[in-house]
Antibody, heavy 117, light 110 residues
Framework: QVQLVESGGGVVQPGRSLRLSCAASGFTFRTYGMHWVRQAPGKGLEWVAVIWYDGSNKYYADSVRGRFTISRDNSKNTLYLQMNSLRAEDTAVYYC??????????WGQGTLVTVSS | QSVLTQPPSASGTPGQRVTVSCSGSSSNIGSNTVNWYQQLPGTAPKLLIYSNHQRPSGVPDRFSGSKSGTSASLAISGLQSEDEADYYCATWDDSLNVWVFGGGTKLTVL
């Protein structure tokens, strides 16, 4: 069965960096696009970034472009999100999700990132 | 302010049919397929409808989706208490080059 397990969340000070990971299993990771989606406490879903199956294309939300970098290691079945220059408004649960054909199919359980001094 | 507009709340009694609307523009819903997600309290979102009207395996046929022009709708028939959740629409926006979500609709089963 498909499993996505996010890790790397925690409490971080504004301006610092954090790297999230999403370990995938149960499907052919290298053939799927992958997304990061976040949800601030009590708020709705916000798309963050997408990376194509082979890493050849990446797109970002305006709110994170230039600060966040999505990447993947298909040999390790792992998706990453490098988050730099973190702000209070980046506080959220971060989910990774698979993309077989222009939709978010399977989702992980999420990892909480709290940006606070 | 979300690019896609959903009503913040909806409600119905058990057995009723309810619909949730999602309004966009020519650059998003008007050009691309719409997907719907269900988020039960305290859990991760789950894919409910993809490509406007397709149901993933395991999703009851009580849930249906449709799209017309720059709007989409999610219909839930035979409402059940376990349908109480937040529902989100999403699609790609060709002008912004980003994925966009609706603000979400909180469905209450009375």
């Amino acid at each position: 069965q498909v499993q996505l397990v996010e890790s790397g969340g925690g409490v971080v000070q504004p301006g610092r960096s954090l790297r999230l990971s999403c370990a995938a299993s149960g499907f052919t990771f290298r053939t799927y696009g992958m997304h990061w989606v976040r949800q601030a406490p009590g708020k709705g879903l916000e798309w963050v970034a997408v990376i194509w199956y082979d890493g050849s294309n990446k797109y970002y939300a305006d709110s994170v472009r230039g600060r966040f970098t999505i990447s993947r290691d298909n040999s390790k079945n792992t998706l990453y999100l490098q988050m730099n220059s973190l702000r209070a408004e980046d506080t959220a649960v971060y989910y990774c999700a698979t993309d077989p054909d222009d939709y978010f199919d399977y989702w992980g359980q999420g990892t909480l990132v709290t940006v606070s001094s | 302010q979300s690019v896609l507009t959903q009503p913040p709340s909806a409600s119905g009694t058990p057995g009723q049919r309810v619909t949730v609307s999602c309004s966009g523009s020519s650059s998003n819903i008007g050009s691309n397929t719409v997907n719907w997600y269900q988020q039960l309290p305290g859990t991760a979102p789950k894919l409910l409808i993809y490509s406007n009207h397709q149901r993933p395996s395991g999703v009851p046929d009580r849930f249906s989706g449709s799209k017309s022009g720059t709007s989409a709708s999610l219909a839930i028939s035979g409402l059940q208490s376990e349908d109480e959740a937040d529902y989100y629409c999403a699609t790609w926006d060709d002008s912004l080059n980003v994925w966009v979500f609706g603000g979400g609709t909180k469905l209450t089963v009375l």
